[in-house]
């Protein structure tokens, strides 16, 4: 089975510190993604990775960075937290190709609020 | 550009009834469509896709999707729901050639003993 892994479930921060959220995907996927989730505006694109040091902004990626070192890892980077990133954030991850029939697996995700 | 819409923000059934959840969705070209579903404090948990062929498909417990082309719909379905059904469902589409999976609202649904 696809297993992708979040570093926290629960997290909380202060305003204005860095954050960082980790992913860990054991199938070999090229394709990684983090979505936010909100009540009512279901899941939200912040970036995707196809590969290795290379990324894509999705729909939202103001406040956000993402790094990919290696294959298996993408991390999230909150540079300045606010209260509006408040929210679940989702990981997933994606067998390669452009096609788009491939599903995505999805990590537990991470809620994390900013106080 | 590519949406989906979920009409219901929330659909209650009995047990043992059959359950519906509606998805519409909007795209260029030909749409690859997908149902997940997600459990309190769960990530979520792909279903079912629909890619080409067989406008009916199946998928994981017990659900299955009609997609319908002049419709454009691809409603989710079960003959008879359980209690353990209880949970948040997403509809998503992509557009062949694209990476990025575009997800509707959500469909909180309850399914009473």
């Known amino acids: 089975d696809v297993k992708v892994t979040q570093s926290s479930r629960y997290l909380v921060k202060r305003t204005g510190e860095k954050v960082f959220l980790e992913c860990v995907q054991d199938?070999?996927?090229?394709?990684m993604f983090w979505y936010r989730q909100d009540p009512g505006l279901g899941l939200r694109l912040i970036y995707f990775s196809y590969d290795v040091k290379m990324k894509e902004k999705g729909d939202i990626p103001e406040g956000y960075s993402v790094s990919r070192e290696k294959k298996e890892r993408f991390s999230l980077i909150l540079e300045s937290a606010s209260t509006n990133q408040t929210s679940m954030y989702l990981c997933a991850s994606s067998s390669p190709g452009t096609l788009g029939a491939y599903e995505q697996y999805f990590g537990p995700g991470t809620r994390l609020t900013v106080t | 550009a590519q949406s989906v819409a979920q009409p219901e923000d929330q659909v209650n059934v009995a047990e043992g009834n059959p359950l519906t959840v509606k998805c519409t969705y909007s795209v260029s070209g030909n749409p690859y469509l997908f149902w997940y579903v997600q459990y309190p404090n769960r990530g979520l948990q792909f279903l079912l896709k629909y890619i080409t062929g067989d406008n009916l498909v199946k998928g994981s417990y017990g659900f299955e999707a009609e997609f319908n082309k002049s419709q454009t719909s691809f409603h989710l379905k079960k003959p008879s729901a359980l209690v353990s059904d209880s949970a948040l469902y997403f509809c998503?589409?992509?557009?062949?050639?694209?990476?990025?999976?575009?997800f509707g609202a959500g469909t909180t649904v309850t399914v009473r003993a």
């Open positions: 199938m070999d996927h090229e394709n």
């Open positions: 998503a589409v992509r557009r062949l050639g694209d990476y990025k999976l575009s």
